[in-house]
DNA sequence: AAACCTATTGAAAATAATTTTCATATATCA
DNA sequence: TGATATATGAAAATTATTTTCAATAGGTTT
């Protein structure tokens, strides 16, 4: 959180309430979230934040590079903090539980060049689809 | 788009010019495309065809394993079709571009199911981030 | 080929998510 | 504490997508 203060300071951007319990819920909630059920989560700390207000934290925390957006294919992006450690995501084609997993064997070629066209790799995304444990028949 | 035929009779769907239009448009456009662009794209061939159609084609599609969402961050989503040759996307930070490209070794891991949590892998998509050569400086 | 029946279509209306506007409130700094 | 520019909330506006519904047109049967 101090680290976040100081982001915001360098950018010009000022620490309020809002923003703390926004970020507040993004850390503490599930592992992706939808703006509504950010808001909800963060009302409990601040319950006159309002919802335009997550959109523009969202937003600026999106530059400041300490959230990432997914989309599940329902018509709503969800965030979920960018975390210290680098992870994926397992997608559970039955109930759309989202579960993260550690530890990714793609970091190496962060800043690779490709030779076939000369794309430099700067990051990536790695989402594993399938059937959780609960969803398995048989 | 004689095996699309087959999968629309088996289904009990009809096979409609409007939707003949939109599969051409999926497959003759870029590797993605917003459903503003695969509508225009379609009109070339069927200019009465409706925005609306093309939504439930896509819909179709989609369920028909045909084409895929994907989700760049924009507020849009795109689609692009899927092919036998399963491939990935090289998306450019800078200008946005997206390229395909081929070759995974992440399949033979389809099926496989994890020890940690009982996951069932039945398939991914990777996105590589970075910048394409037309956007590095120096 | 004509008739039938049901799936499909286009346009407009409705919805849902997200963004913009604007007057008010409040962090930050002198 | 006061000045000031940034941030906020509510409402309005916008944009993407879905639904409604009367009209149309595949595909099948005769």
Redesign the pocket.
């Known amino acids: 959180m101090d680290e976040l203060?100081q982001e915001?300071?360098i950018?010009?951007?000022?620490?309020?309430?809002?923003?703390e319990a926004?970020l507040r819920a993004i850390y503490e909630g599930a592992c992706t979230q939808?703006?509504?059920e950010i808001h909800e989560r963060a009302k409990q700390w601040?319950p006159?934040?309002?919802?335009?207000?997550?959109?523009?934290?969202?937003?600026?925390l999106k530059h400041a590079r300490k959230v990432q957006e997914i989309y599940l294919g329902?018509?709503?992006?969800r965030y979920e903090p960018i975390l210290e450690t680098h992870h994926h995501h397992l997608i559970c084609q039955v109930c759309g539980k989202v579960e993260p997993v550690e530890g990714c064997f793609l970091s190496p070629f962060e800043g690779a060049t490709l030779v076939r066209n000369g794309f430099q790799i700067l990051g990536h995304r790695l989402e594993l689809y399938g059937r959780c444990r609960d969803c398995q028949e048989g």
């Open positions: 203060r915001l300071k950018r010009g951007y000022r620490l309020t309430s809002q923003r926004v939808s703006v509504e601040l006159s934040l309002g919802l335009t207000t997550v959109y523009r934290t969202l937003e600026l329902d018509g709503k992006v």
